[in-house]
């Protein structure tokens, strides 16, 4: 199979069910933002030492695959493809409550830092976030899976705590926030 096909030349491509559409559309910059978590992901995983924490990651990037081929599939086509279901999001809601059990409780805001895997997990938040606008776009001018929309506000939750517990697993200090820019 060649990697190639030469149709999206002309600055269009083809959604699940054969519709060709622009790739500037809402839901092609959609999925294009769950590309890009994904693979920033593959960066922390490139450089994080911690199994536990790899293990979840990956665990992520497979659900990220599910959601893109969700919002990559108009709501109305009748195909088998895999949706991200009300379970997704159980499962990251648990992990929250379990690793939160293990942090300090947040009395003030932090700064977006720490040692590397968390400061690439807090900006890996961010991008989750620009996502998650974008998608709330895309519902506004077509029908989606509405299990899509929770999902990505709770996996940035999920990467905000993500990013503390590898603060705390690579002994990485967090910085409180002081207000007035010091």
């Excluded at 993500?162 to 690579?170: C, E, G, L, Q």
Aim: hydrophobic share 40%; proline share 2%.
């Amino acid at each position: 199979m060649k990697i190639y096909t030469k149709t999206g030349d002309s600055g269009t491509t083809s959604l699940f069910g054969g519709k060709r559409v622009e790739k500037t559309t809402r839901r092609i910059q959609a999925y294009g933002c769950v590309d890009e978590l994904n693979s920033l992901l593959g960066v922390v995983i490139s450089e994080n030492t911690d199994t536990e924490i790899s293990k979840k990651l990956i665990r992520v990037q497979a659900e990220l695959f599910v959601f893109g081929s969700d919002l990559a599939t108009p709501f109305e086509v009748k195909t088998k493809i895999p949706r991200i279901t009300k379970s997704f999001i159980t499962r990251l809601e648990r992990e929250i409550d379990a690793m939160e059990k293990n942090l300090s409780p947040l009395k003030n805001f932090i700064l977006p830092g720490g040692g590397k895997v968390g400061s690439k997990l807090h900006l890996a938040r961010t991008v989750a976030r620009r996502a998650e606008r974008v998608i709330v776009d895309l519902s506004l001018q077509e029908k989606i899976n509405k299990n899509a929309l929770i999902y990505i506000n709770r996996l940035s939750d999920w990467l905000f705590v993500m990013a503390r517990y590898a603060n705390k697993i690579h002994d990485a200090k967090e910085i409180t926030w002081k207000g007035r820019g010091g």
